[in-house]
């Protein structure tokens, strides 16, 4: 073995530990293109894993237009966008994700998790506020940590708390409340005209992510905020190219003076590659046919809500669930575990979801809408829940 002596051999015993919990993780891999139906070490399966809301992923659109950016702008960008300035690509992209959202401007980052880290880290550090909800996600998470400001976390959706929180920090020289505007393991939405309020009463910078909603909410695909008509009292918004836009990176959008310190301060921004031309290529078309074919996403969110329904009519618990991602939330990590194992058995993707993802006990199945599901598809999935619904459900925490 590599190394010169044991001071790896923890490792070892903590893998052990994890796999005692039914918390050790895999990778598989899979074969050809990524969609609804998927090829996983050998074997076909209907997909329910994946992000790729709008089923882009593999769109011949996407791939003819990085193409074409591959042969005129080559394959990487070659530095720190700062350092030899963007490519044409990227440039367009951004231009053309600030008409998308209606902002001043948009900076793109080589990913959605390094656009919430960087973003909170230049917006607030130590003499600062930041208060994010209990369920974000761990790109917050980090952002908040390494921001050095003060972190105060509220219990998911409480703004009674989070308005104590308010109250009570009202030393603090800059305050930024942060929340996931569609939270990836509940589907469940934020209350963000209640945050908008909060964020306005007590002078206090508001920044909503919307990884899970880009692409699948709002009139012109914007995301919950535009849902929710409160688009314009959001400061900061995030959002990815890498779920329903079926690309890869991040974003962030808002007034110029914003965009214009995070290419400045954003230390992801600043001190990591940019995204490839060809990326930012895909991501364009990705974002022509959003704004083109507006019956994707309602189809989606259509057949989203009747699944939900079949789900709750069979007995499942699919929590507060009220969109595209729809959790069968089951208790212990074994029975989650269990309960996917025996659905690939009969062809259906279906990942369990343990800690530290979620809260103890509070494992579950995701299943995961996305507009290339077809009805047989998602009768194969009903068909073999059905099947398992004998065995008796854990009561829930949710
Ligand atoms: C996936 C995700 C991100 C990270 O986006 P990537 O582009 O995959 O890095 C950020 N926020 C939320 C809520 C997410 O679910």
């Excluded at 394959?75 to 209606?102: D, I, K, N, Y």
Aim: proline share 5%; charged share 20%.
């Amino acid at each position: 073995m590599p190394g010169n002596n044991d001071a790896l051999d923890w490792i070892d015993a903590e893998l052990a530990e994890l796999a005692d919990r039914d918390l050790l993780r895999g990778l598989r891999t899979y074969a050809g293109r990524p969609g609804a139906v998927l090829r996983l070490d050998g074997r076909e399966y209907v997909n329910f894993g994946s992000n790729d809301y709008l089923s882009l992923a593999a769109d011949a659109r996407l791939a003819r237009a990085a193409a074409q950016t591959l042969d005129l702008e080559g394959c990487g960008s070659g530095a720190s966008p700062l350092v030899v300035g963007h490519s044409t690509a990227l440039a367009r992209l951004e231009a053309r994700l600030a008409e998308f959202e209606a902002t001043e401007a948009a900076l793109v980052f080589p990913s959605g998790f390094a656009a919430n880290q960087g973003t909170i880290a230049a917006l607030v550090g130590p003499g600062d506020a930041v208060f994010s909800d209990e369920l974000n996600h761990a790109s917050i998470v980090d952002g908040c940590r390494l921001s050095r400001a003060a972190v105060h976390i509220f219990p998911h959706g409480d703004c009674a708390r989070l308005e104590e929180q308010l109250r009570s920090t009202g030393s603090a020289r800059r305050r930024l409340i942060v929340s996931d505007s569609l939270f990836s393991m509940d589907g469940d939405l934020a209350p963000l005209a209640d945050l908008a309020n909060l964020a306005s009463r007590y002078s206090t910078m508001l920044m909503v992510d919307e990884a899970h909603a880009t692409g699948v909410f709002g009139r012109h695909g914007r995301g919950v905020c535009e849902a929710l008509g409160v688009e314009n009292r959001i400061d900061v918004r995030v959002g990815t190219l890498s779920k329903a836009l079926g690309a890869a990176g991040g974003f962030v959008c808002g007034r110029r003076s914003l965009v214009e310190w995070l290419l400045n301060r954003a230390r992801p921004y600043v001190f990591s590659t940019a995204l490839p031309p060809a990326i930012a290529a895909a991501a364009m078309a990705s974002l022509d046919i959003v704004e083109s074919t507006p019956s994707r996403r309602g189809e989606l969110l259509g057949r989203a809500a009747q699944l939900r329904e079949r789900l709750v009519a069979q007995g499942w618990n699919v929590g507060r669930s009220d969109s595209q991602i729809v959790p069968l939330v089951v208790g212990a990590a074994a029975r989650a575990l269990e309960l996917s194992a025996r659905l690939a058995e009969g062809g259906v993707w279906a990942p369990a979801i343990r800690p530290p993802s979620v809260p103890e006990n509070a494992s579950r199945l995701r299943i995961c809408l996305c507009h290339g599901h077809d009805d047989a598809m998602i009768a194969k999935l009903l068909e073999a829940l059905q099947a398992k619904a004998a065995v008796p459900c854990h009561p829930s925490p949710l």
